[in-house]
């Protein structure tokens, strides 16, 4: 296991409405990174953060947006929902070589 | 921007047969990373490779990266029914920050 979690493992939500993703380690890593990963598709990179602070962005709009606490936990909102949005979103903690992915949030769109 | 690209998108394979997943990127990566994930699962680091023609091997599992840092695969000798799954490669550029980009993926299906 990787200890890290994911809440909610599932979600349904109308287009147009918000969402808020949550994520944690029990490891103590500072660095976390957000992937949408579609259906048959390999994880897009969102953004990703180091000590609370944004430490790079991949190419997402900024209704996407996200924050980390002074624990290390981490949110991802995304605001305007669509219908394309429907995916799993994957947290991932950085380690020394490689990345801690969560389980994932399964967001579908109607 | 950067970009990796994964081949074949899928693979079927009678239990016993060998298989590999290419991984071409369309710059220099300064390392390059594999993972596993099973169906339903998320995403499991396998190994990361970092110089130039480095080969590394799990068991049955053989890692290469290429000479010029662009390419890289993943054979898997006489499959079994537990390596099911799809098997990701992530790269990372020179660049300072640059971020891992994940390959599309080559999803194995292994007949018993």
């Known amino acids: 296991e990787t200890g890290v979690t994911q809440s909610p493992t599932h979600l349904i939500k109308t287009r147009g409405q918000q969402v808020t993703l949550r994520c944690s380690s029990q490891?103590?890593?500072?660095?976390v990174s957000w992937y949408q990963q579609a259906l048959g598709q390999g994880p897009q990179f969102i953004f990703q953060?180091?000590?609370?602070?944004?430490?790079g962005r991949g190419n997402f709009p900024p209704r996407f947006s996200g924050l980390q606490f002074p624990n290390y936990s981490s949110e991802l909102n995304v605001n305007a929902l669509e219908l394309d949005d429907s995916a799993l979103y994957l947290c991932?903690?950085?380690?020394?070589?490689?990345?801690?992915f969560g389980p994932g949030t399964r967001l579908t769109v109607t | 921007g950067q970009q990796v690209m994964q081949i074949p998108q899928y693979q079927h394979v009678q239990e016993g047969e060998d298989f590999t997943t290419y991984c071409n990127s369309s710059?220099?990566?300064?390392?390059i990373q594999w993972y596993k994930q099973r169906p339903g699962g998320h995403p499991v680091f396998l190994i990361q490779?970092?110089?130039?023609?480095e080969v590394k091997k799990q068991k049955r599992l053989t890692f290469q990266f290429g000479e010029a840092k662009k390419n890289s695969s993943l054979h898997i000798t006489a499959t079994q029914t537990t390596d099911v799954g799809t098997y990701f490669c992530?790269?990372?550029?020179?660049?300072?920050?640059?971020?891992?980009?994940f390959g599309g993926g080559t999803r194995l299906m292994v007949k018993p």
């Open positions: 992530a790269g990372r550029g020179n660049n300072a920050g640059n971020m891992l980009t």
């Open positions: 991932a903690y950085e380690g020394w070589r490689e990345q801690y």
């Open positions: 490779l970092v110089k130039s023609g």
């Open positions: 953060y180091y000590r609370e602070e944004e430490n």
């Open positions: 490891s103590g890593h500072n660095t």
């Open positions: 710059t220099t990566l300064s390392n």
